[in-house]
């Protein structure tokens, strides 16, 4: 797990540096720097590739963006060499990458991503689902051929959102392909391409949360996309099921940002991580943790997406000097 995190000269951060938890949720405007924040992690997750135009400060390249984390087993750090013919200056204590990698980081197409794909050969590892929603035809087909009991539990998340729905088609269409469908109430066969976006998006997550072989560190940009707000109350179980996983898989970490207020109400104030990111005057984007203990005061009468939505990011944040 990502313990901690330092930026410093990297796209509008000057200096940052807070910590994180097993569940961490950014807030704040547009153009405040939660995408950059997701961007520099996984930035330093992939040491080998260099810095690009945009990850210096106003494409100023006499900075030097520099990157750390602190994880369970140590620290990882990439930073600019100007001396390295642009190449990145890379430093990896023993164990620390791999205690964050595989990682993911999701990025949906807002139209909904395909449910149909190559399953690839046979295997005893289970595949699993790519950052832009793909891979969830070989995901499932692995499922229905190999662990049924999980393909169940898909199935009981997607009735509980869907009230028609009753099962899911997996058809091949040849030995290399197969696509999804959903089969209703009433006998009737969906494809892919009747079904909205915010369907396909469910079930995206439930089998992102039910895999066999999760990452052990997921990134996601705006969850609630195409998604109906009552709908969003599944979709932190999903993620708060992979950071306490009920089998036998090991624990994700899960950073995500959002602008809904819905979400955040499903947020565990006492262990989950809120960051604040605010546009400085100066131009600098800062990020703050939430006033937990002030915001659980006022817990009792109102939900933290309505403290949010009404204080704005300034009051879910110690005033300075207090």
């Given at each position: 797990m990502i313990k901690s995190i330092r930026i410093r000269d990297f796209r509008c951060f000057n200096s940052v540096q807070t910590g994180?938890?097993?569940?961490?949720?950014?807030?704040?405007?547009n153009d405040s720097g939660k995408s950059s924040f997701l961007e520099a992690i996984r930035s330093v997750l992939q040491p080998t590739v260099e810095f690009g135009e945009n990850d210096f400060p106003n494409r100023d390249r006499s900075k030097q963006p520099t990157i750390e984390i602190t994880t369970d087993a140590g620290k990882v750090s990439k930073s600019f060499d100007p001396k390295g013919g642009g190449k990145p200056r890379t430093t990896t204590e023993s164990g620390a990458l791999e205690s964050v990698t595989p990682f993911l980081f999701v990025q949906l197409p807002n139209s909904g991503m395909r449910l149909s794909g190559n399953i690839g050969p046979d295997s005893d590892r289970a595949p699993t689902v790519e950052s832009n929603g793909g891979g969830i035809a070989a995901v499932l087909d692995y499922l229905a051929r190999r662990d049924r009991d999980r393909l169940f539990e898909i199935e009981a998340a997607m009735k509980r959102q869907i009230a028609n729905f009753r099962s899911l088609e997996i058809l091949r269409s040849s030995a290399n392909e197969c696509t999804i469908k959903f089969r209703y109430k009433d006998g009737t066969l969906q494809p892919d391409t009747a079904l909205s976006a915010g369907?396909?998006?469910?079930?995206?997550?439930?089998?992102?949360a039910t895999q066999p072989n999760p990452p052990k560190l997921l990134l996601i940009e705006e969850p609630e996309t195409g998604v109906h707000p009552h709908r969003l109350s599944e979709i932190m179980k999903f993620m708060h099921s992979l950071i306490s996983p009920p089998n036998s898989a090991g624990a994700t970490q899960v950073i995500l940002s959002t602008h809904s207020p819905y979400l955040l109400d499903y947020v565990d104030v006492a262990n989950d991580q809120v960051l604040v990111f605010r546009n400085a005057e100066s131009g600098n984007r800062t990020v703050t943790p939430a006033d937990v203990d002030e915001l659980k005061f006022h817990l009792s009468d109102f939900k933290l997406g309505e403290l949010w939505f009404n204080l704005r990011e300034e009051g879910m944040v110690k005033a300075e000097g207090a």
């Open positions: 994180l938890r097993p569940l961490t949720v950014l807030i704040g405007p369907a396909r998006f469910l079930l995206f997550f439930a089998t992102l």
